[in-house]
């Protein structure tokens, strides 16, 4: 296995040995500083929030709907954990339950999701190619949107929006779903802080 040496080869001259460590050093100095913007935007996000809310289906039946999300920071970003649990009328439930963490992107309020690991253990976004969301997330004011793009095998695609934005108590949940561009879905809640 070879090793990674952190410092410069001696055989450069002085001054490319002093541009290499300032760079380096700059490097550092800018992840430092994206990383301590992105916790900036979000401390006021984290925290436990859940609630409710009836959803009418194509078929003119309504289910309702369990839901909470935990907003948490992590060493590089933050992460979001979500579930929704369906309650149908005849008495049937099922929960779905999604994990994604964040990392700051290069532009200011805008993360991208680290949803899988390499071969070499770095998380990196999944391939919408292959049937897996692509996902990311911003930041806008008081407003935390999460935003998931599926494509299907024919093409189509299917764009989902979950706007949290902070209210008194908790947090206003809007959550619109689109296919081929077209409204398919809406439901809007308020998720009280537990």
Known sequence: MRSIA???PCSLPETSRFALWAFMALSVLMLSVQSALGSELL???????????????IDGTVEKRDMSVVIRETSKGFEVKWSTAIRRADGDSKTKS????????????????????????????????????YVWAR???????IFSLYVAENGDYLMQQYDRSLAEGGLDLEFSLHRNGKPSRKVSTFLTRD
Do not use: C, W
């Open 6 to 8: 952190l410092s410069p």
């Open 43 to 57: 401390d006021k996000f984290v925290g436990s929030y859940s609630g409710s809310a009836e959803v009418e289906q």
């Open 98 to 133: 999604y994990k994604i963490e964040f990392l700051p992107s290069e532009r200011d309020g805008v993360f991208a999701a680290a949803m899988q690991t390499n071969v070499f253990g770095h998380t990196v976004q999944m391939n919408p190619m292959k049937g897996e969301p």
């Open 139 to 145: 930041v806008i004011g008081d407003t935390l949107t």
